[in-house]
């Protein structure tokens, strides 16, 4: 058990994080991290990322966050790997505890601890994750152009992943558990009129096919749940659109969430509704979840605790 103390606690890594941890220490704050259970967030199971600025080829999400890291850890951030359990956010300063029985001290604290993707939770789609199992059509769409691919999901994410995907794919086949879908009439309109998508309807995934060498998706099998008969898709890739959950569990208590659980803050900035505690990056953002936005809302967290520590 340590006891750590420090004007700016960022809890959470990833894109929002490892920027605030930068900005912070840019800053003289002295900012310690504290990592969360997956170190540098979902980026880390992404393949090959395209679309961040200033990398003109491809690079794994692995490998991005490392270097943010490793950047965050050159300017003098301290990082600590452990899993904050417990908060107090009555008074200043802020006191949170961890899984390894840590007591981390802070006058200020950005909660950077993102939004996790649903998963159907089957084997093989844990399996194939990053090798043809998707859950980012933003992220992923570009490779697989001229492919066969599917969506999983009947609600507004689903059906914009599918609109997306067409911008790349041959064909992409919907697959939606009930007879009608959930999204917006706007968008069930665009699919309807977009021939290169079909929907599977009353179906779910009961596995993902693919090849051991290289490891990839190639297909998957899905039943009806109607008349139960089961049948063989071909496709290379899969996208899972059934929704994301904010990170968000320990801090219900304690802030200002949204319906949904993320955590609201105020127009143009990522102050929450306790004066000196910030929320940056998927977590009070719903609409992008982009790495390029994660970061920049861990720049205007840093700059926004810097700004509330020098008046205080």
């Not at 003098?76 to 505890?97: K, L, T, Y």
């Amino acid at each position: 058990m340590a006891e750590y103390k420090s004007k700016v606690l960022i809890i959470g890594s990833g894109p929002a994080g490892y920027t605030a941890g930068i900005y912070a220490a840019r800053s003289g704050l002295r900012p310690i991290l504290v990592s969360g259970n997956q170190v540098g967030g979902q980026l880390t199971i992404t393949t090959d990322v395209e679309n961040f600025p200033g990398f003109a080829d491809p690079i794994s999400g692995a490998e991005l966050m490392q270097q943010m890291k490793q950047q965050a850890l050159n300017v003098g951030v301290q990082f600590v790997e452990d899993f904050i359990v417990e908060v107090d956010f009555a008074n200043r300063p802020f006191v949170c505890s961890s899984e390894k029985n840590n007591v981390f001290i802070a006058d200020s604290i950005i909660i950077s601890t993102g939004a996790s993707a649903r998963w159907l939770d089957i084997p093989s789609e844990l399996k194939y994750r990053g090798f043809g199992v998707s859950g980012c059509a933003t992220c992923d769409g570009f490779f697989y152009r001229g492919k066969d691919v599917a969506v999983v999901g009947g609600g507004n994410t689903a059906a914009e992943e599918a609109l997306h995907l067409t911008n790349f794919a041959n064909s992409v086949t919907i697959i939606h558990r009930r007879d009608t879908l959930r999204a917006d009439q706007s968008l069930q309109k665009k699919l309807s009129q977009n021939n290169k998508i079909r929907i599977e309807w009353d179906s779910v995934v009961e596995e993902v096919l693919g090849s051991e060498n290289p490891l990839s998706v190639t297909g998957i099998k899905i039943k009806n749940v109607k008349t139960d008969i089961t049948k063989t898709l071909k496709v290379d890739g899969v996208f899972i659109a059934i929704g994301h959950h904010p990170n968000t569990e320990l801090f219900k208590e304690q802030l200002a969430l949204t319906p949904e659980g993320y955590i609201i803050t105020a127009p143009d900035s990522c102050q929450t509704n306790i004066e000196g505690i910030f929320a940056a990056g998927d977590v009070q953002n719903p609409n992008f979840r982009q790495a390029v936005v994660a970061a920049g809302s861990g720049c205007i967290a840093a700059l926004e605790a810097e700004k509330f520590l020098n008046g205080n």
